[in-house]
């Protein structure tokens, strides 16, 4: 762990380049911490989306999440010992800013209510009621450009 994001790096990129890392941390957060089955973690759309891994200063993948062909943001995911550091905010600012240079009206994404919090910082916006996913509550949030 390290305290400064300037010791970190973002890189975006397709599931063949950054999928191996990737993986690992959703493996390890959703289907281990989360207990969401593998098969429901897993999914074809991988192939299609934008990645976003961030690396520590040694190199080691400490966050990801994806950016759908649809303007969806999915699977956030940071590693226990560096939530509440910025990297999920390093990883939302990269795929948000991914969206705006493609052209994309606006992001969604299905928030874990313990998240909302801090999605409503990156200027997202509720809407509609709360829906199971994967046996976990979410809610939709949104954020127009």
Do not use: K, N
């Amino acid at each position: 762990m390290e305290s400064g994001a300037a010791q970190r790096r973002t890189l975006t990129g397709s599931w063949a380049a950054l999928g191996a890392d990737a993986g690992r941390i959703r493996f390890e957060v959703f289907v281990q911490e989360q207990q969401v089955p593998p098969q429901e973690e897993l999914d074809d759309r991988d192939a299609q989306c934008l990645h976003a891994v961030v690396y520590d200063a040694d190199g080691q993948a400490i966050g990801t999440g994806r950016l759908l062909p649809d303007g969806h943001i999915g699977r956030m995911a940071v590693r226990r010992p560096w939530r509440g550091q910025g990297v999920g905010s390093l990883l939302l600012t990269a795929l948000v800013d991914a969206a705006r240079r493609r052209g994309d009206a606006e992001v969604v994404l299905d928030a874990q209510l313990h998240a909302r919090p801090f999605y409503a910082r990156h200027g997202f916006v509720e809407e509609g009621g709360t829906f199971m996913d994967a046996g976990i509550a979410h809610r939709v949030m949104r954020r127009r450009f």
